[in-house]
């Protein structure tokens, strides 16, 4: 079996961030480790608040895990601050991690901000270099080309100056564009097409968590980066079209629907 291990913060609702990334691993066939950098309260409708871990007990639990167990692939979510960006790099680099599949989070659905302004630079300068593939949706690209995308010839350019930031390869996630939701990914050499239908479901919290982690674990059992990709795209298809009905708000994607319908457990 092989190993994967997530960086990012809980969500005490359990859809989106390390819960979500936990599932997904375990769902796709592979053991699931956790490094936590914030515990965040909230429900399907929203943030309440946020707790930063310090950097120390950050570094402690990548110490713990890479010195004792193989770390097929990595997955990075929710880093909070530079203090806890330049430790994951620090210790990604010490340890050579590979498999890196690196999800710039800087903000909720629900707008509330997963990560500090100011650390967005450290994001980009520490991490996004050591990424095998880095996966934005169209908002976080936005965010970091400081500039509008409107079209697929526009997220492919997005997608070349991303990569001009290092990592081995892009996916600009376009499901916020309108239309069938098309994925743009780019590795300096071509550029591929991921579409699926629009899936129309309020319950979509969590979404990004368990695409980039769909993606990693992917890439740990082996798969080659495009079947990583369109193995995650039909994964968080399946779990968008069985999202769960809980809360008021936004609930979870349905992580375990092949399970629980071979178990018989209804969830629709
Ligand atoms: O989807 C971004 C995200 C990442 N990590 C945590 C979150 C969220 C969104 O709510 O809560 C912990």
Redesign the pocket.
């Known amino acids: 079996m092989k190993n994967v291990l997530t960086i990012?913060?809980?969500?005490s609702c359990g859809g989106?961030?390390?819960q979500a990334d936990i599932k997904t691993f375990c769902a796709l066939g592979t053991y699931a480790m956790s490094v936590i950098t914030?515990v965040?309260a909230?429900n399907t409708k929203g943030?309440a608040e946020i707790r930063e871990m310090d950097s120390g007990i950050v570094a402690s639990q990548l110490d713990c895990v890479f010195s004792d167990i193989r770390v097929d692939a990595v997955k990075i979510?929710?880093v909070c601050n530079t203090q806890i960006i330049e430790t994951i790099a620090e210790r990604l680099k010490k340890y050579n991690a590979k498999n890196i599949v690196l999800d710039p989070?800087m903000i909720?659905?629900?707008g509330?901000s997963?990560l500090n302004p100011e650390a967005k630079d450290a994001l980009l300068k520490l991490l996004f270099p050591l990424a095998t593939v880095v996966t934005p949706n169209l908002l976080e690209a936005e965010d970091i080309i400081n500039r509008k995308i409107e079209s697929p010839e526009q997220m492919e350019k997005a997608a070349e100056d991303i990569l001009k930031l290092g990592p081995a390869g892009v996916v600009i996630k376009g499901g916020h564009l309108e239309g069938d939701a098309v994925d743009v990914f780019y590795d300096g050499d071509n550029f591929e097409y991921y579409k699926s239908k629009r899936i129309i479901n309020k319950n979509t919290?969590?979404?990004?968590?368990t695409v980039s982690s769909a993606v990693a674990a992917n890439l740990a059992k082996g798969c080659d980066m495009r079947k990583a990709l369109s193995g995650a795209k039909e994964y968080i298809s399946t779990a968008i079209a069985h999202g769960i009905s809980i809360g008021a708000g936004h609930g979870p994607t349905n992580h375990f629907y092949s399970l629980y319908k071979a178990a018989g457990i209804e969830t629709d």
Not at 205 to 209: A, D, M, P, S, V
């Open positions: 990012a913060g809980s969500d989106a961030g390390i914030a965040t909230q943030v979510g929710m989070v909720s659905t629900s509330y997963l919290h969590g979404t990004g968590c």
